[in-house]
């Protein structure tokens, strides 16, 4: 299963009111198979902008990250149940981005632009795609008919 992130915006509340919306969005995880890796509490923050959810106007509200692992048919159905909730101001559902290792050289890197390999390979592959527009005579004459 893969890994997915989840910012997560709940309207204020008191504290067991809040914590009842967190239990049943992590309940709604488990339904659907999955299991939750963390869960980060970022604190109450002023909202960017006013967010209208459910009829009503927020300004400020209580911030949540959720990290879990979930079948991906599953989180459609997941996101849908979380949309009704009357309780979440807004949240969205991503992969998680995986760390790409990368060999670099100090020495790599002190080259100048062109003598790099990365940079030579990006002008091979320029120099292959402008090599395809160029005139080709195939009427026998000696010279492009349509120049002045």
């Known amino acids: 299963m893969p890994t997915y ?3 997560l915006i709940i309207r204020m509340m008191k504290k067991p009111e ?6 049943r969005t992590t309940g ?13 509490n970022w604190g109450v923050k002023h909202l ?18 959720i ?10 159905k997941l996101l849908d149940e979380c949309s009704r909730d ?3 101001v ?20 002190m080259l100048p632009p062109p003598y790099r390999p990365s940079v030579q390979e ?6 292959k795609a402008n090599s395809k527009h160029q005139f080709k005579y195939n009427s026998g004459l000696d010279y492009y008919p349509f120049t002045k």
């Open 5 to 7: 992130e989840m910012p």
């Open 18 to 23: 809040l914590v009842t919306a967190l239990k």
């Open 28 to 40: 709604l995880i488990f339904q659907t198979g999955g299991f939750i890796r963390t869960i980060e």
């Open 48 to 65: 960017p902008f006013k967010i209208s959810a459910h009829g009503q106007v927020h300004r400020e509200a209580n911030y949540f990250f």
């Open 67 to 76: 990290r879990f692992d979930s079948p991906p048919s599953e989180i459609d």
């Open 86 to 88: 009357i309780d979440i």
């Open 90 to 109: 807004r949240l969205k559902v991503f992969a998680e981005n995986k760390v790409v290792k990368k060999n670099c050289t100090f020495h790599g890197e």
């Open 122 to 127: 990006l002008m091979r592959k320029a120099n």
